[in-house]
């Protein structure tokens, strides 16, 4: 547990209200200034009728509101902040505001103070840079919103001392957050592991493979994520959104993986921002979301003749499926009406033709999503109407849902999980931060179902590496590139999460 230090908070509009709240709930006395006249009240009163919220639900008795409540007060000027130990911005996204603010506090802080900024997309280290003592500056960057988002990511800028990192790491460990280390790399851990769900969802788009409706079904319903990447940039607003996958472009000297959608701008241009606009992705009439209407199910023919690849992954429930729905098991792929592959990484052309298959009358089934969830089904470029119809009514006939796309190396949910993957191990790779605050940071920050490279070992490092190696193949496109540090781990045999004892 840290010990008690008065904290004080400077900004106080939508992150600096939320941690005067967690540092006050934690024990620590916390002034608040903004330069704003009558704002920092605002805040108090809004944290204030937080605490009472609590109180009327229950879970805060009147004895702990009081201590609370007394541990906030309003700092009237910045020289009112002295004697703080710790002070936090979260101001304006500035980096001229915040060296003058960071600098102004150093003039009236003692010499051991450490300064922490919550900014989400400028460097620290040129936050700090302003600074006469940058060693005691560090990034504290925590998520919206801060009492309910369990996450804060400290991040070390270039001069920071060892001893104001473990400082504020207790602290924010002591107010009941994790707290995970980061280098001061662009968008730091979590906005940087979370780019290749948006990333690969809008090149899955821009290939027309699928529609953004589709794509955030399959990963939702498929895979587990809380929302697909389409639903999540009409959340935030395609405005902000594309300001943000620039900036990290940009900062990572225009590294491939992260290169933004040329599908983006001109959607900003048009005003098609998100909820927030009315339509983004999705149209929005009273707030709810219009979505688009499923595919029917067509009719499934009698006498159907399927053909089931032995070699693939689901092989038993895809049988499975077409016997209980009464239809015939064809021995060979030249006899059926239907062949059924299930391809790890490779598209439905390539395979039917290696399989030597008839390229018309083939489909895929993509193997990563389990066969009870929501199923993709992949078309070659040729597949013929009777045979998608045939197969789409086949995959619905035990009532689960069916997307269909068109032909892609990976599907939707192995291209966007294999990026993922990828994007992590690169950032183990690059010493951005350690596995296990990697892994938590995702799941806390992100709320994705597991963490990145946990999951990798769930579908094998090895088959991940094979998605991203034919997707290379295909395409050409240095963005599928392994990271060295999952090759290596892949040669080795290891898992791509080391158990604790052999680290
Ligand atoms: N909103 C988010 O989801 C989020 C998440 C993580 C990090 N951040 C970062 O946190 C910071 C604050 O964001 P926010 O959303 O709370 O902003 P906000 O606009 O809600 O609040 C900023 C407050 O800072 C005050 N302010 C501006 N300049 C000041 C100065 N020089 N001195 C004192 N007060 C000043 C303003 O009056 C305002 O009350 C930004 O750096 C932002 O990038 C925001």
């Keep these: 547990m840290a010990e008690k230090i008065t904290i004080g908070v400077v900004g106080a509009g939508t992150m600096g209200r939320g941690i005067v709240q967690l540092f006050a709930q934690a024990g620590h006395a916390v002034r608040c200034f903004d330069a704003q006249a009558g704002a920092a009240q605002a805040a108090v009163e809004h944290v204030v009728g937080m605490l009472q919220r609590s109180v009327e639900k229950g879970r805060l008795s009147a004895d702990a509101f009081e201590r609370i409540r007394a541990n906030i007060s309003v700092a009237g000027d910045l020289p009112a902040l002295a004697g703080c130990g710790v002070v936090i911005e979260a101001i304006v996204e500035d980096l001229g505001v915040k060296r003058e603010l960071f600098r102004s506090l150093e003039a009236i802080l003692a010499d051991d103070a450490v300064l922490a900024t919550n900014t989400s997309s400028l460097t620290v280290s040129d936050i700090a840079a302003g600074c006469a003592r ?74 027309q493979v699928a529609s953004p409706a589709d794509v955030d079904d399959v990963l939702r319903e ?33 590294e491939p993986r992260f290169r933004p959608s040329s599908l983006v701008p001109p959607r900003v241009a048009a005003g098609l921002f998100g909820r927030k606009s009315g339509e983004g992705w999705y149209r929005y009439e009273a707030g709810q979301q219009q979505r688009p209407a499923a595919r029917p199910v067509p009719a499934l023919p009698a006498n159907l003749r399927v053909w089931v690849d032995p070699h693939a992954e689901q092989a038993d429930g895809l049988k499975g499926l077409a016997t209980a729905a009464g239809l015939a098991l064809a021995p060979r792929g030249s006899d059926a009406d239907l062949c059924i592959v299930q391809p ?62 068109n032909d892609s190396g990976g599907f939707i949910a192995q291209r966007v999980i294999a990026t993922i993957v990828n994007i992590a191990a690169n950032i183990a790779q690059r010493g951005i931060a350690s596995v296990a605050d990697l892994e938590d940071a995702v799941k806390l920050g992100l709320g994705y179902p597991h963490g ?52």
């Design 344 to 405: 790890w990484g490779m598209d439905a052309t390539t395979t039917a033709l290696l399989l030597g298959l008839d390229p018309a009358r083939t489909v895929a089934v993509d193997p990563l999503t389990p066969l009870g969830l929501r199923r993709t089904l992949m078309l070659t470029s040729v597949t013929a109407g009777p045979a998608r119809d045939a197969a789409h009514a086949l995959l619905a006939s035990d009532g689960v849902a069916v997307t269909l796309i």
């Design 134 to 207: 940058p060693q005691r500056v560090a990034g504290l960057h925590f998520f919206n919103p801060v009492p309910l988002m369990k996450v804060a990511e400290v991040i070390a800028a270039v001069r920071t001392d060892a001893a104001t990192v473990r400082l504020l790491q207790a602290l924010t460990e002591g107010a009941g957050h994790r707290a995970v280390v980061t280098a001061d790399q662009p968008g730091f851990l979590v906005n940087h592991a979370g780019r290749g769900l948006y990333t690969e969802g809008l090149r899955v788009v821009e290939e």
């Design 222 to 254: 498929g895979l587990g994520f809380r929302m697909g990447p389409f639903e999540l940039l009409d959340l935030t607003g395609l405005d902000v959104s594309s300001r943000v996958m620039a900036s990290i472009y940009e900062q990572f000297q225009q």
């Design 452 to 503: 990145p490279l946990a999951w990798g070992d769930r579908i094998g490092p090895a088959r991940i590496l094979a998605i991203l190696r034919a997707q290379q193949d295909a395409t050409g496109d240095p963005r599928y590139r392994p990271s060295p540090w999952l090759v290596r781990r892949v040669a080795l045999g290891q898992p791509l999460v080391m158990p604790e004892a052999e680290r």
